[in-house]
């Protein structure tokens, strides 16, 4: 659980949001990518203080892994001061990594002396497709506001129907998509179009949105990759 202050550039919260973003990455390979928090979006900017938004993340990271009470995901939220690219930083897609250990006496066995001949048959057995294909499947989207501020607002958007989704949202001119957290985004059309993809977060993500004046929410959509 990192929490950052974004407003004293001195201690580097850019830097360390492209960090907490790269470190995220590594969790998602590993499959936990539900075991980090990275939070700089706060008010206040004095050096050293105790953040009210920080209390209810630290509660749910004690109740996790300390009392082994809780089970909420982590979550990445900047603060616009202090939103790093991680693109900008790396050449290299996140794998998905996986462990296995070989046996400690591999099976030994003989040839036979004879090795069993057979014919193949004379003709390939026939398979016949089923009539109704299995189709994509569909999905369907609720989002819920979180923070609001004079420039910005947060959404959360919760996706349920399949966890292969592809969610697209559009934002309402003349708004502009900032960041996003919980799963894999990319941003196009000068970041007014954000694409979402399960990153191994759940069927869960949010984003921010700066709203120029318009506060209504974007167009959200839903599709089954």
Known sequence: FVMDNPHIANLGPRSASVAALGGAEVYRALGAGANITYHSDVSDGTHCASRAEWRPLLQQHLQKYLLRSGNAAGTIRMHSKATGNLASWRDWQTPTLT?????????T?????????SNPPSEPPASTPPSNPPGNGSCTTSYTAGTQWNDRFNLTVNVSGSS????????????????SWNAATTLTDNNTVLTARPNGNGNSFGFTVLHNGNRNWPAITCRVA
Do not use: E, G, K, R
Not at 164 to 179: C, E, G, L, M, R
């Open 109 to 117: 066995s003989n040839p036979p002396s004879n090795p069993p001949t």
């Open 164 to 179: 292969n989704w592809i969610v697209t949202a559009t934002a309402q001119s003349p708004q502009t998509f900032q960041n």
């Open 99 to 107: 462990t296995s250990n070989p046996p400690s006496d591999p099976p």
